[in-house]
């Protein structure tokens, strides 16, 4: 008996030793796998790494989205059509990616390839979003330009974070997948902190003072410009330059050429475009005190936030469990299930949830998470899709080709969106034929499944293109690394 009883109380201590260090695992592994990571690469890559991805473009990107929306909506008073233009106005620069991509290659600034382009993304985020914060009724043409500056700011400095976390996973191969899941995990937090203190913030001071809180992630990545460890060329001959350019330009292009190239990415920019963008109208309906449910800025912030909770679980889901069905198996379901849940949008502006006896708010947190999490598993086998096009020795500033092509998709989206709502009349006080529109919307989605045929039947561990290119294109050096595959950093 008093052997049975030891055993017991051993078997308890244990149990309770095995609670507390789980406990303390969970408050000190994350610390540990920081300070590996800073250890292996410098402390400065991992400071890069988050202030670009989580403060800049996850927290600084999701305040910027609602406080741009209030911006449009409330300082400016444009049409919903027009805002929604305008939208696409500002993502131009994400749309030229492929070209800071080859300046940061090929085109160095005073010995530096990395940290000169950090300085000048900062520069351009800092004196834009000051800009715009200090200047309550400013035209729309010089707002646009200062937002777009902006985004160049962003887009210059995601490309460059690229292109260090490509030159480490080739030095450090065995940390690659680590390097990717802190670029997730900075964004995805930085996202969620972001939309849950946007509208708090929209509330308190504005949308011109929200902009103006914005110059502090474009201050910190200056600092990433002036911190980085980066190799120092001396003798760099700049007239090598022009050569540099001009043979990747025609590797692209050769590559393009290919069927095996060309008509996956024709699916691709018809997949985007034809779903047209209609996200402008929706905001100003939610914000409606007499048609919509008029939500406040703290319950619009606090819905986008659920939203990123549904796109994480879309990442999650898809590296979990479908990332190895064939793409157009993949692509057909995903599609479908994004125009089946643009639906939910028409019940809420129907307003048929009230007749099932939900909520405007509780509705709509599902709505958008729902929408969410299709949207991100439509887009992770695009991406995967995307980075089994790219040839060696040009793979990443091919890959960002290849995400120009789809910011181009965006852009005729957002157009088309902007000229629908146009057409059928929906303004800042009249959603009459909002509902139409949700309606055009939602069967434009399904029209890409008829160019499926475009899409190659592999799956993600086959190869696309032909032996051929694999073999004719030769591998540049480790250090003069292109730019990062996207494709885990979401």
């Given at each position: 008996?008093?052997?049975?009883?030891?055993?017991?109380?051993?078997?308890?201590?244990?149990?309770?030793?095995?609670?507390?260090?789980?406990?303390?695992?969970?408050?000190?592994?994350?610390?540990?796998?920081?300070?590996?990571?800073?250890?292996?690469?410098?402390?400065?890559?991992?400071?890069?790494?988050?202030?670009?991805?989580?403060?800049?473009?996850?927290?600084?990107?999701?305040?910027?989205?609602?406080?741009?929306?209030?911006?449009?909506?409330?300082?400016?008073?444009?049409?919903?059509?027009?805002?929604?233009?305008?939208?696409?106005?500002?993502?131009?620069?994400?749309?030229?990616?492929?070209?800071?991509?080859?300046?940061?290659?090929?085109?160095?600034?005073?010995?530096?390839?990395?940290?000169?382009?950090?300085?000048?993304?900062?520069?351009?985020?800092?004196?834009?979003?000051?800009?715009?914060?200090?200047?309550?009724?400013?035209?729309?043409?010089?707002?646009?330009?200062?937002?777009?500056?902006?985004?160049?700011?962003?887009?210059?400095?995601?490309?460059?974070?690229?292109?260090?976390?490509?030159?480490?996973?080739?030095?450090?191969?065995?940390?690659?997948?680590?390097?990717?899941?802190?670029?997730?995990?900075?964004?995805?937090?930085?996202?969620?902190?972001?939309?849950?203190?946007?509208?708090?913030?929209?509330?308190?001071?504005?949308?011109?003072?929200?902009?103006?809180?914005?110059?502090?992630?474009?201050?910190?990545?200056?600092?990433?410009?002036?911190?980085?460890?980066?190799?120092?060329?001396?003798?760099?001959?700049?007239?090598?330059?022009?050569?540099?350019?001009?043979?990747?330009?025609?590797?692209?292009?050769?590559?393009?050429?290919?069927?095996?190239?060309?008509?996956?990415?024709?699916?691709?920019?018809?997949?985007?475009?034809?779903?047209?963008?209609?996200?402008?109208?929706?905001?100003?309906?939610?914000?409606?005190?007499?048609?919509?449910?008029?939500?406040?800025?703290?319950?619009?912030?606090?819905?986008?936030?659920?939203?990123?909770?549904?796109?994480?679980l879309g990442v999650l889901l898809y590296q979990n469990i479908l990332k190895d069905y064939q793409f157009r198996d993949m692509l057909f379901w995903t599609q479908l299930l994004?125009?089946?849940?643009?639906?939910?949008?028409?019940?809420?502006?129907?307003?048929?949830?009230?007749?099932?006896?939900?909520?405007?708010?509780?509705?709509?947190?599902?709505?958008?998470?729902?929408?969410?999490?299709?949207?991100?598993?439509?887009?992770?086998?695009?991406?995967?899709?995307?980075?089994?096009?790219?040839?060696?020795?040009?793979?990443?500033?091919?890959?960002?080709?290849?995400?120009?092509?789809?910011?181009?998709?965006?852009?005729?989206?957002?157009?088309?969106?902007?000229?629908?709502?146009?057409?059928?009349?929906?303004?800042?006080?009249?959603?009459?034929?909002?509902?139409?529109?949700?309606?055009?919307?939602?069967?434009?989605?399904?029209?890409?499944?008829?160019?499926?045929?475009?899409?190659?039947?592999?799956?993600?561990?086959?190869?696309?293109?032909?032996?051929?290119?694999?073999?004719?294109?030769?591998?540049?050096?480790?250090?003069?690394?292109?730019?990062?595959?996207?494709?885990?950093?979401?």
């Open positions: 008996m008093m052997e049975e009883e030891s055993l017991s109380l051993s078997n308890g201590a244990d149990e309770k030793t095995k609670r507390e260090k789980g406990f303390w695992d969970f408050i000190w592994v994350p610390l540990y796998w920081f300070k590996m990571l800073s250890d292996e690469m410098h402390w400065s890559f991992v400071f890069g790494v988050v202030v670009t991805y989580g403060i800049n473009q996850g927290l600084g990107g999701s305040l910027s989205r609602v406080g741009t929306e209030y911006y449009m909506k409330d300082v400016q008073k444009v049409q919903p059509s027009e805002a929604q233009v305008y939208s696409g106005i500002t993502s131009i620069p994400w749309i030229v990616k492929p070209l800071w991509g080859l300046l940061t290659d090929v085109l160095p600034v005073a010995g530096y390839r990395r940290r000169p382009y950090f300085v000048l993304a900062g520069f351009l985020g800092v004196i834009s979003m000051v800009f715009l914060s200090l200047h309550r009724k400013l035209h729309i043409v010089p707002a646009l330009m200062s937002l777009t500056a902006g985004s160049a700011g962003v887009a210059i400095a995601d490309v460059t974070i690229d292109a260090c976390v490509a030159q480490n996973s080739i030095n450090h191969p065995s940390l690659a997948a680590d390097m990717q899941s802190l670029c997730g995990l900075s964004s995805s937090i930085g996202s969620l902190l972001g939309f849950f203190i946007s509208g708090f913030l929209v509330h308190l001071i504005g949308p011109l003072g929200v902009f103006g809180l914005l110059s502090i992630p474009f201050v910190l990545v200056l600092l990433v410009g002036m911190l980085l460890n980066e190799n120092r060329m001396p003798n760099f001959s700049y007239g090598q330059v022009h050569q540099k350019l001009l043979d990747a330009s025609k590797a692209m292009w050769t590559t393009l050429k290919c069927p095996e190239v060309w008509r996956p990415c024709a699916y691709m920019y018809l997949s985007l475009a034809l779903s047209l963008n209609i996200l402008e109208g929706m905001f100003y309906w939610y914000t409606d005190a007499k048609a919509g449910p008029s939500f406040s800025q703290e319950i619009v912030g606090s819905i986008f936030s659920v939203g990123s909770v549904g796109s994480l994004y125009g089946v849940s643009g639906m939910l949008d028409l019940m809420l502006v129907l307003r048929l949830n009230l007749k099932l006896g939900v909520p405007d708010y509780f509705f709509a947190v599902i709505d958008e998470c729902v929408s969410q999490m299709i949207g991100r598993l439509k887009w992770m086998p695009l991406l995967v899709l995307s980075s089994k096009l790219c040839p060696p020795g040009i793979e990443g500033t091919f890959f960002a080709l290849l995400m120009s092509i789809d910011n181009v998709g965006i852009l005729t989206s957002s157009s088309g969106g902007g000229l629908l709502l146009h057409i059928l009349k929906v303004t800042r006080v009249h959603f009459d034929n909002l509902w139409l529109a949700i309606l055009i919307r939602n069967i434009m989605r399904i029209l890409p499944l008829s160019f499926l045929f475009l899409v190659p039947r592999s799956d993600p561990t086959s190869s696309i293109l032909p032996a051929e290119m694999l073999t004719t294109i030769e591998s540049q050096e480790s250090e003069n690394i292109e730019l990062a595959s996207l494709v885990n950093n979401t």
